[in-house]
């Protein structure tokens, strides 16, 4: 009985362990997106590498850090290139610009974006949702907006006091309960991450549905006050909430809204998935593997799926699948 067992339990294990893969030719990934099959990557080069899920293998890498034709620069926030498929075409945001790809590699064209637009992503093909930074005397906001294709027509659809004031730059909030939002098919999904309300909005007809979810937020700890303070070199005014925001962020595909909430106990992390009307469908607690205390190893959900890239050796980075 015992041979019978162990013999199911190594069954399991390489059944699980099949699922993963090295990724070859690459260097330290900053962010992964999965679209049926393929897997694209933007790595530390600021370079794109697109892999066949089924044969493991790289199919095509193009871009280099520059500012010609097809190159990208990371933004003036710090913030690196940032990836989105959409359809069967590859949208790289870099320092105000947004490059589209064939997903062979092939370069179509550079979009001029306006400065301090972040985190561009299309509606449908007449329209992107983003957000950008503004700075006043009282704080500095984020604000989302809905815009045209060409980036004229802009309509602000949310405001959200930011943590840090850049006028104040030794007084910072912690724990910013900011907007955070996604699209798929036409319709964006949009949180104010401090309580559980999520709108679903339809990206022609402007209609807003929205739900609540009964949710109990986590409290802050002396211990999460510790850890927060030790990321900053300088001494800085810290002021604390009484309680994280009860979502961290959000993601969608074809059948799943996947939240991603501000509960977790040691590497294990609360993730609530609702279908696109608001209906609960699992609670899970998956495991995410950490790089360090502060930072996660990229990973995304797709299709019931939890994707991470994770560093095995010295220079060696593994796609682990969790199926869920």
Same mark, same amino acid.
């Given at each position: 009985?015992?041979?019978?067992?162990?013999?199911?339990?190594?069954?399991?294990?390489?059944?699980?362990?099949?699922?993963?893969?090295?990724?070859?030719?690459?260097?330290?990934?900053?962010?992964?997106?999965?679209?049926?099959?393929?897997?694209?990557?933007?790595?530390?080069?600021?370079?794109?590498?697109?892999?066949?899920?089924?044969?493991?293998?790289?199919?095509?890498?193009?871009?280099?850090?520059?500012?010609?034709?097809?190159?990208?620069?990371?933004?003036?926030?710090?913030?690196?290139?940032?990836l989105r498929v959409v359809n069967s075409k590859i949208l790289v945001e870099s320092n105000e610009r947004l490059s589209i790809f064939k997903f062979n590699g092939e370069y179509i064209k550079d979009i001029k974006l306006p400065m301090g637009f972040l985190n561009v992503m299309p509606i449908n093909q007449n329209s992107y949702i983003?957000?950008?930074?503004?700075?006043?005397?009282?704080?500095?906001?984020?604000?989302?907006?809905?815009?045209?294709? %060409?980036?004229? &027509?802009?309509?602000?659809?949310? $405001? @959200?006091? =930011?943590?840090?004031? +850049?006028? !104040?730059?030794?007084? *910072?909030?912690?724990?910013?309960?900011?907007?955070?939002?996604?699209?798929?098919?036409?319709?964006?999904?949009?949180?104010?991450?401090?309580?559980?309300?999520?709108?679903?909005?339809?990206?022609?007809?402007?209609?807003?549905?929205?739900?609540?979810?009964?949710? %109990?937020?986590? &409290?802050?700890?002396?211990?999460? $006050? @510790?850890? =927060?303070?030790?990321? +900053?070199? !300088?001494?800085?005014? *810290?002021?604390?909430?009484?309680?994280?925001?009860?979502?961290?962020?959000?993601?969608?595909?074809?059948?799943?809204?996947?939240?991603?909430?501000?509960?977790?106990?040691?590497?294990?992390?609360?993730?609530?998935?609702?279908?696109?009307?608001?209906?609960?469908? %699992?609670?899970?607690?998956?495991?995410?593997?950490?790089?360090?205390?502060?930072?996660?190893?990229?990973?995304?959900?797709?299709?019931?799926?939890?994707?991470?890239?994770?560093?095995?050796?010295?220079?060696?980075?593994?796609?682990?699948?969790?199926?869920?």
């Amino acid at each position: 009985m015992k041979k019978i067992l162990l013999i199911a339990l190594l069954s399991i294990c390489s059944l699980i362990s099949a699922k993963n893969f090295v990724l070859k030719d690459l260097v330290y990934p900053k962010e992964l997106v999965i679209k049926d099959n393929l897997l694209f990557i933007n790595d530390h080069e600021e370079r794109v590498k697109v892999y066949d899920l089924k044969t493991k293998k790289l199919l095509s890498e193009f871009g280099k850090s520059g500012e010609g034709p097809g190159e990208f620069l990371g933004s003036r926030f710090g913030k690196s290139i940032s990836l989105r498929v959409v359809n069967s075409k590859i949208l790289v945001e870099s320092n105000e610009r947004l490059s589209i790809f064939k997903f062979n590699g092939e370069y179509i064209k550079d979009i001029k974006l306006p400065m301090g637009f972040l985190n561009v992503m299309p509606i449908n093909q007449n329209s992107y949702i983003l957000e950008k930074m503004e700075v006043g005397k009282k704080g500095t906001y984020q604000l989302v907006i809905i815009t045209d294709k %060409k980036f004229k &027509k802009q309509v602000e659809i949310a $405001k @959200k006091k =930011f943590g840090i004031n +850049f006028l !104040k730059p030794n007084e *910072i909030n912690a724990f910013s309960n900011l907007i955070s939002f996604d699209t798929y098919g036409g319709k964006i999904f949009l949180v104010d991450t401090e309580e559980f309300e999520i709108k679903i909005i339809d990206g022609k007809t402007k209609k807003i549905n929205k739900f609540k979810h009964p949710y %109990k937020r986590r &409290k802050v700890s002396s211990k999460d $006050k @510790k850890e =927060f303070a030790n990321r +900053f070199k !300088k001494k800085k005014k *810290i002021i604390y909430p009484d309680y994280f925001p009860a979502i961290k962020n959000i993601m969608c595909d074809k059948d799943n809204l996947y939240v991603i909430t501000n509960k977790k106990e040691g590497i294990k992390q609360e993730i609530l998935v609702f279908n696109h009307k608001g209906k609960l469908k %699992k609670e899970l607690s998956l495991k995410l593997e950490q790089e360090d205390k502060k930072h996660i190893y990229p990973y995304t959900l797709y299709n019931s799926k939890l994707y991470q890239i994770v560093e095995k050796d010295e220079d060696t980075w593994e796609l682990q699948i969790t199926d869920f």
